[in-house]
């Protein structure tokens, strides 16, 4: 079955640096596009970054434009979010899901935005 | 940017009971990519309708989503003791920007 599980949270002071991880199992991890969404303490969800299937394309919030970026490494089925110059408004529950990407009869790729698997969640913690 | 309200914001119901959750668009968006999850204390949130109607994989009949453009609906025909959650609609196909509502809790009175 499909897994997403995240790791490398914690807490850190502002201007900070954090890497999170995703590991990805029970289907072709090369094959979808990934992102990280998070969750801010009793606030709703917020969309931060998608990287597509191959890596040769990346998107940010504006609010992590510049300060995170995500990456992935296919031949470990993992998924990254390097966060630096934290700031206290990014302390979150941080998610990876699954797009219900696909490639269509011509090979091209589509990322739908429509998360279909989410990890657990990792928790950042900014403050001083 | 396409802004989602939800409403209401809590929603207080007794097993068995009806329920109907709103979403609302500040502008009507393509091919009605508007999507719900359920999210329960402490977990992820689960994919429940996608395309504003479709069941996501295993998810029972009891659920329903309808609307288009601008306003859209989640029905949960008969409340059981595990749909006590918050429910979010989302807006995808605006790539790469698209949102999130804030969310309508569904407790039992």
């Known amino acids: 079955q499909v897994q997403l599980v995240e790791s490398g949270g914690g807490v850190v002071q502002p201007g900070g640096s954090l890497r999170l991880s995703c590991a990805a199992s029970g289907f072709t991890f090369r094959s979808y596009g990934l992102h990280w969404v998070r969750q801010a303490p009793g606030k709703r969800l917020e969309w931060v970054a998608v990287?597509?299937?191959?890596?040769?394309?990346?998107y940010y919030a504006d609010s992590v434009k510049g300060r995170f970026t995500i990456s992935r490494d296919n031949s470990k089925n993992t998924l990254y979010l390097q966060m630096n110059s934290l700031r206290v408004e990014d302390t979150a529950v941080y998610y990876c899901?699954?797009?219900?990407?696909?490639?269509?009869?011509?090979?091209?790729?589509?990322?739908?935005?429509?998360?279909?698997?989410w990890g657990q969640g990792t928790l950042v913690t900014v403050s001083s | 940017e396409i802004v989602l309200t939800q409403s209401p914001g809590t929603l207080s119901l007794s097993p068995g009971e009806r329920a109907t959750l709103s979403c609302r668009a500040s502008?009507?968006?393509?091919?009605?990519?508007l999507a719900w999850y359920q999210q329960k204390p402490g977990q992820a949130p689960r994919l429940f309708i996608y395309g504003a109607s479709s069941r996501a994989a295993g998810i029972p009949d009891r659920f329903s989503g309808s609307g288009s453009e601008t306003d859209f609906t989640l029905t949960i025909s008969r409340l059981e003791p595990e749909d006590f959650a918050v429910y979010y609609c989302?807006?995808?196909?605006?790539?790469?920007?698209?949102?999130f509502g804030p969310g309508t809790r569904v407790d039992i009175k």
């Open positions: 502008q009507s968006f393509s091919n009605n990519y």
């Open positions: 899901a699954r797009d219900t990407s696909y490639f269509d009869s011509s090979g091209r790729f589509y990322v739908t935005e429509l998360f279909d698997y």
């Open positions: 989302q807006q995808y196909g605006s790539s790469p920007l698209f949102t």
């Open positions: 990287v597509w299937y191959d890596g040769s394309k990346k």
